[in-house]
C-alpha cells in the first residue's frame, strides 16, 4: 500500500487538533478530514459492562478525565501505560486499553449521559 496512491484521506478525531499526532497526520501527504468525534461518558460506559466486560468499565473510569473517554484520552492513555495485547470475545487480537470502547451500538440507559 502507498500512501500517494491508495489513501484518499486520513480520519481524524477532532479530540486530536493541535496535538503531536495532528502534526504527524499534516506530514503523510494525504488530506486529513474531521469526523464529528467520539466521546463516552464514565455513567454511560458503567451503564453497559457487557458491552466488553468490566474489565473495561474498569480500566475507562481509571484513564478517564472530568468523567469522559474520547480516542486522544484513550490513546494517551495506552502510549504512557505499556498498553498490554490481548484477546477479545471473538477471538480478535486488540490492544488495551485503546480498544473496547466505541460508543456507537450503545443503547439508553436511565440517568446517563
Do not use: K
Not at 31 to 41: A, D, I, Q
Not at 67 to 96: C, H, M, V, Y
Amino acid at each position: 500500500m502507498a500512501r500517494s496512491t491508495d489513501v484518499e484521506a486520513l480520519a481524524l478525531d477532532p479530540s486530536y487538533r493541535g496535538t503531536a499526532v495532528h502534526e504527524a497526520a499534516d506530514r503523510l501527504g494525504c488530506r486529513v478530514e474531521r469526523h464529528p468525534g467520539f466521546l463516552l461518558s464514565v455513567d454511560r460506559m458503567r451503564c453497559h459492562p457487557d458491552f466488553s466486560g468490566p474489565r473495561y468499565v474498569e480500566l475507562g473510569t481509571a484513564i478517564a478525565v472530568g468523567d469522559r473517554l474520547d480516542p486522544r484520552i484513550i490513546g494517551d492513555a495506552a502510549r504512557t501505560s505499556g498498553a498490554e495485547n490481548t484477546t477479545d470475545r471473538g477471538g480478535q487480537a486488540r490492544w488495551l486499553p485503546s480498544s473496547g470502547l466505541e460508543a456507537r451500538g450503545l443503547g439508553r440507559c436511565s440517568g446517563a449521559g
